[in-house]
């Protein structure tokens, strides 16, 4: 039988990258999946390629604004009834140097990276506790563990995100809600597009597996924290990372 069999799950930032292979990841577990994304072309054709075998339907989010994040959770409620499971994913960044960032750019990171784990959660959790069971999975950023250059703004926004799950992990256990954080390290996303190709180099060797790490592997990973093999499990942060950093 599949872990996750019926299971209503939403995945913000579905339409690529870690969301969309989460997304993939639950539908082969069997669960009905919301494949939320600011971008609706994309979460539309992930959906359809979960709908080849499985359920499920495309929503748009922007993550941003906490308004959008409870008309998504009530759309979510109305066509299934009922959230099982939210992978807070979505996230954004353009690396540089601190002392080149402004004002707009603190706000953009900080509003996506962190305050859009804050707007999501906070739209699924009545439901979740008046049903009193729920599984929340938050994805942060070995960034967010232990710093990364060029991305400052960025690891404190992470490193927010991995404080807000122990503290809502603890808050809401007594309603039967589990909340675990996934920490990816280098993955293979469209955000490398733009990484030197020097400092890519310069990463991978010194990774100790010696490559950059795909989605999918990030998915299984969250996918564990949404399942029954992580009943016992809460307020836990797993880097996904081929043991770049071992925190």
């Not at 979460?43 to 339907?57: F, K, L, P, Y």
């Not at 906490?66 to 959230?83: Q, T």
């Not at 402004?102 to 706000?107: A, F, G, T």
């Not at 009193?132 to 490193?159: F, H, L």
């Amino acid at each position: 039988m599949k872990r996750l069999a019926d299971r209503v799950a939403i995945v913000t930032g579905a339409a690529s990258g870690i969301g969309r292979a989460t997304a993939l990841e639950l539908a082969g577990e069997g669960a009905i999946v919301v494949v939320a994304d600011i971008d609706v072309p994309g979460a539309e054709a992930v959906a359809a390629e979960i709908r080849n075998s499985g359920q499920a339907m495309a929503q748009r989010v922007d993550v941003t604004e906490a308004a959008d994040a409870r008309s998504m959770a009530a759309d979510v409620l109305k066509a299934y009834g009922r959230i099982d499971i939210l992978v807070s994913n979505a996230g954004w960044d353009r690396a540089g140097p601190f002392i080149d960032s402004d004002e707009d750019l603190w706000d953009k990171v900080i509003a996506i990276n962190y305050r859009g784990h804050l707007a999501t959660t906070h739209a699924v959790l009545p439901s979740m506790i008046e049903r009193g069971w729920g599984r929340i999975v938050t994805v942060a950023s070995d960034a967010g563990r232990v710093g990364s250059t060029g991305e400052v703004v960025y690891s404190g926004a992470k490193g927010a995100v991995i404080a807000f799950t122990k503290g809502l992990a603890r808050e809401v256990a007594r309603h039967g809600i589990n909340v675990n954080c996934v920490a990816p390290g280098l993955t293979d996303t469209p955000f490398l597009a733009g990484m030197p190709e020097k400092l890519m180099a310069a990463i991978i060797r010194s990774i100790p597996l010696g490559r950059v790490g795909r989605p999918d592997e990030v998915a299984r990973a969250i996918v564990f924290f949404a399942s029954p093999d992580a009943d016992y499990v809460t307020g836990q942060t797993l880097s996904v990372n081929g043991g770049l950093n071992m925190p």
